[in-house]
């Protein structure tokens, strides 16, 4: 069940229901891969929104970043997550809309291995003369801190980390010793601000304008533990995570096909999106342009963060509070992203009220996301309390227990790991009403 949300003054949360993504906010050439996509394929719009997000997030890099006033600044970098049980197509829609950046990534190593051959060849004193290459690239599956900065050294422009499970992220944060500071970093790093780190074997390493969109997809129980740890959720890292949730059922094999000219006009928006990117960042010397909002824009835009601090300062759970505060600076982010990918071939000179209203629409998914998510966290945090005074019990047992106490098929078959279809013929072969 899906959720129109246009109201963000919504307090209704007895019944939280699956939000909808406003694909509209996106230019029409997305959009017709979106549907073509679901109705091909079945990939949730939400999914494909959210690569093309990270796609724009990742390929606006340092070219430009948002001025809300003088001394506040903002990069276009999203964390992103896609929430999903197995098998609910978290990884091809990613993998589509990832497809035209992969491909500039591999034509910019190749043209890599032709200057670093040439450069290999010159004469050890026109080598001190010329400049070593190094690989240009915007996605990469690399997580640890050591290799992010030697990464986003050798590409200042700013590097995305796309993976297909985000556990390994989580897992591996303070893995390698009980004092190590990677959460404080990672925060530094989602800031914008200046950030460093101090290695034996690389010694000590800056990144000046961190800039590292991320995406990847993780399911309910698994980013239940991690939500449920408090050295996550109250430090602020959970708070810097942009939700995407779907549990769109699987197509059956059809005959629909996308088209491929819907595929190839998706593909040259992107180059031509990258092309300009690159040349905005270079020509300004490698430092980053900044858009600002325009008068009437600016007008609507604070109008909306009153909202938002109205509904802080209502009586809601401290988390839900720390979450908004999260998306008053996304809202500044999210904005510089549609408002330079909306501009189809034209560099804007100011964020304009119309991405405005796109914005709020998405700060209300992403809100609404949260609270969906928080409760089913909060489900399976419950259902695993329950379950562990039930050690004696078979797996049958456990779930016709659950089922008379209310609990849903969905979350019971997650937690106990088993099909939707079996729990749901325990609760038909067992006459009872919960």
Not at 172 to 201: F, L, P, R
């Amino acid at each position: 069940m899906h959720k129109d949300n246009n109201n963000f003054d919504n307090d209704n949360s007895s019944e939280r229901t699956i939000p909808k993504f406003p694909i509209e906010v996106f230019p029409e050439t997305f959009r017709d891969l979106a549907k073509e996509a679901f109705d091909s394929f079945g990939y949730p719009y939400e999914f494909m929104a959210g690569g093309f997000l990270f796609v724009t997030s990742t390929l606006v890099g340092n070219s430009y970043r948002i001025r809300i006033k003088p001394g506040w600044e903002e990069p276009a970098m999203l964390w992103l997550v896609q929430v999903g049980r197995p098998a609910t197509l978290k990884t091809p829609p990613l993998k589509m809309t990832l497809k035209p950046v992969i491909k500039i990534d591999i034509e910019k190593y190749n043209q890599y291995v032709e200057l670093k051959d040439q450069y290999n060849k010159l004469k050890k004193e026109d080598k001190v003369q010329t400049e070593e290459p190094v690989i240009e690239r915007h996605i990469f599956n690399e997580f640890t801190i050591e290799a992010l900065f030697r990464r986003h050294a050798e590409n200042q422009f700013g590097i995305g980390i796309h993976k297909n499970e985000l556990s390994s992220w989580f897992g591996n944060m303070n893995k390698y010793k009980q004092n190590s500071n990677d959460q404080a970093i990672w925060i530094g790093i989602w800031d914008g601000d200046q950030v460093d780190t101090d290695t034996i074997s690389r010694g000590f390493e800056v990144i000046s304008l961190p800039n590292i969109p991320i995406i990847g997809g993780i399911q309910p129980v698994i980013l239940q533990g991690y939500l449920s740890n408090g050295t996550t959720t109250f430090n602020g890292f959970s708070d810097r995570l942009l939700y995407l949730y779907s549990d769109a059922p699987l197509k059956p094999l059809d005959d629909n096909e996308i088209d491929k000219k819907t595929i190839k006009q998706y593909e040259d928006v992107i180059r031509k999106f990258e092309d300009k990117m690159m040349k905005v960042y270079r020509n300004n010397k490698k430092t980053p342009q900044y858009l600002c909002y325009s008068e009437e824009a600016k007008v609507r835009m604070q109008q909306f963060d009153h909202e938002i601090i109205k509904k802080q300062r209502k009586d809601i759970a401290v988390a839900d509070e720390q979450y908004l505060s999260k998306l008053r600076t996304y809202f500044h982010r999210i904005a510089l992203n549609l408002e330079l990918l909306n501009a189809n071939d034209e560099l804007p000179g100011s964020i304009s009220i119309k991405t405005v209203e796109n914005t709020k629409k998405l700060i209300n998914y992403f809100y609404e996301s949260y609270l969906f998510i928080s409760s089913k966290t909060s489900i399976i945090e419950e259902l695993n309390n329950i379950i562990g005074t039930m050690n004696a019990k078979t797996k049958k047992e456990k779930a016709i227990a659950l089922l008379k106490k209310g609990f849903g098929i969905k979350e019971i078959a997650l937690i106990l790991k088993s099909k939707e279809q079996v729990i749901r013929n325990y609760k038909s072969s067992n006459k009872f009403k919960p």
